[in-house]
């Protein structure tokens, strides 16, 4: 398959929106002073139907002796104290190495439990969470401690995903114990085979039942790429061109992908960094097929614009509190993540002339 070189206004854009894809709200520039590492307790609009039923529960019986499994996590009240055991990094959304001249780092990530493939889990670690030094590898087997919340709000892309992160009152880090970290990928757990339709099932279900959430699943083929432009993955904020951006693609019955780390990228010396930009190739008159399918991770989507319609989404250090899905009254989605060209062996017939 090959891509043009030169992008076209539209990805040109989004290459500029999406260039530094920070976790929480691209707010780095003071590293460890940084406004919070997330989301515990009562802090989502998200409580009343995700959270249970007592907000205020510190534990929720939570053995940390023993540890829990992520699907009985998921059922716990915002704030309560969460132990997994064993579980395994399958992917990574976002990790930063601390400008304040230590070997901090700051990472996002999904674990699933071998025993129970199909739960998965976000992790929101912050630098000054335990150890300090640890970045995550896929296939690392891990144990963690930390407490049941969402991502603030105001996260575009990631926001009121469920996660677990520190307690920021009274402070109290996640820890993080490696133990098996030489594994790679040879250590992942197999993605989780789907359907279109197992997936169109849990788009209007919540987070603690959804099928699959936070875990790799591999979206059965042959599919067509059916949206290059879908409605609940456009920007919707001002834009200084007045166009629009949409950040990913829809397959099949409407399943959405997100492809942030898939698109092709502009550069700072004005070439281009060409990945395998689908959303592109169909905007150019392709006909994109997936005949394999392809795989990546099932989780939450939301946007929450800048309060500016500044260009950088994820720098722009205002973005609005009340993230939702354009185009409808939902505060959240579901997607699915490629975490490289490898997740995406598409083909790409060329428009005719």
Known sequence: MELRNKLG?????AATAMASLAGCGGRDDDDNKDAGPGCTGVCSTD???????????TDAGTDAG?????AA????????????????????????????GNSSWRSYFWVTDPAAPKEGLFIHKFYTDTPDTYHPQLGD???????????????????RRHHLANQRTPAVPLAITPKTTDAGVGGLPPANEVTVEQLTASLDMAQNSAAFLGTRVHLAGPL??????????????????????????????????FHDKTRD??????????KCDFQKA????????????????????????????????TGCGDNVSDSGVPGSTKPYTYTIIPQDCADLPGEVAPAVP
């Open 224 to 257: 067509a790429l059916t949206n290059p432009q879908p409605e609940a993955l456009k920007r919707v904020d001002s834009l200084t061109d007045g166009g629009s951006l949409y950040y990913g693609f829809a397959v099949g019955n409407g399943i959405l992908v």
């Open 66 to 70: 023993s540890g829990m499994t992520i």
């Open 265 to 274: 990228r502009s550069l700072t010396d004005g070439g281009v960094d060409v």
């Open 73 to 100: 996590a998921r059922k716990l009240s915002f704030g309560s104290k969460a132990t997994l055991r064993n579980v395994v990094v399958t992917g990574v959304h976002y990790e930063k190495l601390s400008d304040q």
């Open 47 to 57: 409580a009343g139907s995700d959270a249970g039923t007592d907000a205020g529960t």
């Open 9 to 13: 206004a539209a990805a040109l854009l």
């Open 282 to 313: 169909a905007l150019d008159g392709g006909a994109v097929t997936f005949p394999n399918g392809l795989s990546g991770v099932w989780d939450t989507y939301t946007f929450a614009p800048c309060k500016d319609g500044g260009t950088d989404i």
């Open 141 to 159: 087997t891990v144990d963690i401690e930390g407490y049941f919340g969402t991502e603030p709000n105001y996260e575009p892309f990631s926001g």
